[in-house]
């Protein structure tokens, strides 16, 4: 990546009209068939977005995601039109210095009301899940695993999109009842194969993707890939040569950042602290590394 991009807090297209401001993305309506999805160096922690950014971590973002829809394509359409700003409308591109490396022009889909989740390891809510009930989104798992333990198979397990605040794991036939049997099905095999996909390309780079989510819509009655795709926001990914089970991993991912938050005198509530920057610089660290290393 010899492009560095400038740090983006917030994005400012006057003219453009934004239509939803996420804890990470801006996303603003070309026309009514075309989004420009803007990943900013926001970073969230416990449902908070920290007064700190993380410098380059959208473009990190962007650009793994645009490697895995490539790489993915031939298992499932996606919603890229492209990330070139020479190639967007014209009316885009005054704004190059806040878009180039860190944005992607994208069909507007309909998107469907569920996070699609796969794991191979138990940890996180999953994990939590577990020892309260010993199941995971209805799916009742052997006695005795251990935290970070690796699944005999991975396991799908959808939850629903929050606003705000946590998003909340269902059932998949809690899932069937809001989108359909038929669709359920098909998103869950999509999911499946992804995750697989994906795995295996990261144990070839020496990482594991321990667990994931997708965004599915619809487009023209095809189901399309959307949304972010296997980035550090998305996707837990562990060294090969740490893993151990029984622990907490060594990760790629923001683990890093709540694990230090977890130090402070912080109620988890907004306004969130200010990072240090030691902390930041090991953040951009962490989403570099793996990003090359899933790239390379």
Same mark, same amino acid.
């Given at each position: 990546?010899?492009?560095?991009?400038?740090?983006?807090?917030?994005?400012?297209?006057?003219?453009?009209?934004?239509?939803?401001?996420?804890?990470?993305?801006?996303?603003?309506?070309?026309?009514?068939?075309?989004?420009?999805?803007?990943?900013?160096?926001?970073?969230?922690?416990?449902?908070?977005?920290?007064?700190?950014?993380?410098?380059?971590?959208?473009?990190?973002?962007?650009?793994?995601?645009?490697?895995?829809?490539?790489?993915?394509?031939?298992?499932?359409?996606?919603?890229?039109?492209?990330?070139?700003?020479?190639?967007?409308?014209?009316?885009?591109?005054?704004?190059?210095?806040?878009?180039?490396?860190?944005?992607?022009?994208?069909?507007?889909?309909?998107?469907?009301?569920?996070?699609?989740?796969?794991?191979?390891?138990?940890?996180?809510?999953?994990?939590?899940?577990?020892?309260?009930? +010993?199941?995971?989104? $209805?799916?009742? #798992?052997?006695?005795?695993?251990? /935290?970070? *333990?690796? !699944?005999?198979?991975? @396991?799908?397990?959808?939850?629903?999109?929050?606003?705000?605040?946590?998003?909340?794991?269902?059932?998949?036939?809690?899932?069937?009842?809001?989108?359909?049997?038929?669709?359920?099905?098909?998103?869950?095999?999509?999911?499946?194969?992804?995750?697989?996909?994906?795995?295996?390309? +990261?144990?070839?780079? $020496?990482?594991? #993707?321990?667990?994931?989510?997708? /965004?599915? *819509?619809? !487009?023209?009655?095809? @189901?399309?890939?959307?949304?972010?795709?296997?980035?550090?926001?998305?996707?837990?990914?562990?060294?090969?040569?740490?893993?151990?089970?029984?622990?907490?991993?060594?990760?790629?991912?923001?683990?890093?950042?709540?694990?230090?938050?977890?130090?402070?005198?912080?109620?988890?509530?907004?306004?969130?602290?200010?990072?240090?920057?030691?902390?930041?610089?090991?953040?951009?660290?962490?989403?570099?590394?793996?990003?090359?290393?899933?790239?390379?």
């Amino acid at each position: 990546m010899a492009y560095q991009s400038p740090t983006l807090v917030e994005s400012d297209l006057p003219g453009i009209r934004r239509i939803a401001r996420g804890k990470v993305r801006d996303i603003y309506e070309v026309d009514g068939e075309t989004l420009l999805l803007v990943a900013t160096d926001r970073i969230s922690a416990f449902d908070v977005i920290l007064p700190t950014p993380i410098p380059r971590k959208g473009e990190i973002l962007t650009q793994l995601s645009l490697f895995w829809f490539d790489l993915l394509k031939d298992v499932v359409p996606n919603h890229l039109i492209t990330a070139e700003v020479e190639q967007y409308p014209a009316a885009l591109r005054p704004f190059d210095n806040q878009l180039r490396g860190r944005s992607m022009l994208v069909r507007k889909l309909e998107m469907f009301p569920v996070e699609c989740v796969a794991r191979g390891y138990i940890v996180g809510s999953g994990w939590k899940d577990y020892l309260r009930d +010993g199941a995971v989104g $209805g799916i009742t #798992l052997p006695p005795g695993m251990e /935290e970070c *333990g690796k !699944l005999a198979e991975p @396991i799908f397990t959808p939850a629903t999109k929050a606003e705000s605040g946590h998003d909340e794991n269902i059932t998949y036939e809690q899932m069937v009842e809001v989108i359909g049997a038929e669709k359920a099905s098909r998103l869950r095999d999509l999911t499946i194969e992804i995750y697989e996909r994906a795995s295996q390309h +990261g144990l070839s780079r $020496g990482v594991i #993707l321990a667990d994931t989510k997708f /965004e599915f *819509g619809m !487009l023209d009655g095809q @189901i399309v890939l959307g949304d972010e795709v296997l980035t550090p926001d998305s996707s837990r990914y562990w060294p090969l040569d740490l893993y151990q089970p029984g622990r907490a991993q060594d990760s790629y991912d923001k683990q890093y950042v709540r694990e230090y938050l977890e130090t402070l005198d912080w109620d988890k509530t907004d306004p969130g602290p200010e990072l240090p920057a030691e902390v930041v610089s090991n953040t951009t660290a962490k989403y570099l590394e793996a990003l090359e290393v899933l790239t390379a």
